[in-house]
């Protein structure tokens, strides 16, 4: 369903045409959709997305078929993360919002990807309190966090090498 890239590519996940956007976006309408900036990142989005797809949508699983994550930069906002998981995982989803302090508000996702792509979509924004002198620091730790949880991951399944891509991108 959603492409996979290698860890070695750098990439994080698939960009995508509008076109390709709403073809994804239409055949999944009853799944979850789930928007955030990524360049900068919302503060919480990275260990939010980590914690969803490790602990929830585990890769290598049949389960992890039931997630997806694609990028696109047609947007307003410039290049935002969209995660497609199935409505029966609202549940984990809010609880998951709520344990990475990021709140949810329902919006189009014309607002979040421009142009001609129709649909609604929940788009993931901070609720932490911090200062711009601190975001990087803030930032730092997320990444931390998220390198923990891949790093349990790799040694659960005896990985050796595997890239932790959100991380390298904003070291």
Same mark, same amino acid.
């Given at each position: ?32 959709? &789930? ?64 344990? %990475? ?7 189009? $996702?014309?607002?979040? %990807? ?8 929940? %788009?993931?924004?901070? %609720? ?10 803030? &930032? ?24 932790? $891509? &959100? ?5």
């Amino acid at each position: 369903m959603f492409k996979r890239n290698d860890a070695n590519t750098g990439e994080i996940a698939s960009k995508i045409s509008r076109e390709s956007l709403q073809k994804i976006i239409d055949e999944h309408s009853d799944w979850l959709k &789930l928007a955030f900036p990524i360049n900068p990142p919302e503060l919480g989005s990275i260990l939010f997305v980590t914690k969803l797809e490790y602990l929830h949508f585990e890769p290598d699983t049949e389960k992890n078929a039931e997630f997806g994550m694609v990028v696109s930069d047609n947007g307003v906002v410039g290049a935002t993360a969209l995660v497609f998981v199935p409505s029966g995982a609202k549940d984990i989803v809010d609880k998951l919002a709520e344990e %990475c302090h990021l709140k949810q508000t329902l919006t189009s $996702l014309e607002t979040q %990807c421009g142009g001609e792509v129709k649909g609604t979509v929940i %788009c993931l924004e901070t %609720c932490q309190a911090y200062e711009d002198k601190d975001y990087v620091g803030l &930032l730092r730790k997320e990444l931390d966090a998220a390198s923990e949880i891949h790093a349990a991951f790799d040694a659960k399944h005896s990985k050796v090498g595997t890239v932790n $891509l &959100l991380n390298n991108l904003y070291k």
